[in-house]
């Protein structure tokens, strides 16, 4: 899935980022909007993770979920 792909579908992808990452409030997702570097900072910001690990965090969800 590309990032486009991500955006459009992004309503449904909430439940499942918000599983993965509880600590990410309704307005961290809001402010995403599926955006990949968005969602790589706030799990950086709200996780204490450095950036590549949280790009890696996300891109693994993203394999494991076929997002």
Known sequence: MN???L??????????VKQKWADL????LTHIEGDRDKLVG???ER???S??????DVD???RENQY
Request: no cysteine.
């Open 25 to 28: 409030t309704d307005d961290d």
């Open 7 to 16: 955006k459009g579908e992004w309503n449904q992808l909430k439940g499942s």
């Open 60 to 62: 693994e969800w993203r």
């Open 42 to 44: 706030r799990v950086q």
């Open 51 to 56: 950036k590549e690990d949280a790009e890696r």
């Open 3 to 5: 990032n486009q792909t």
């Open 47 to 49: 996780y204490g993770r």
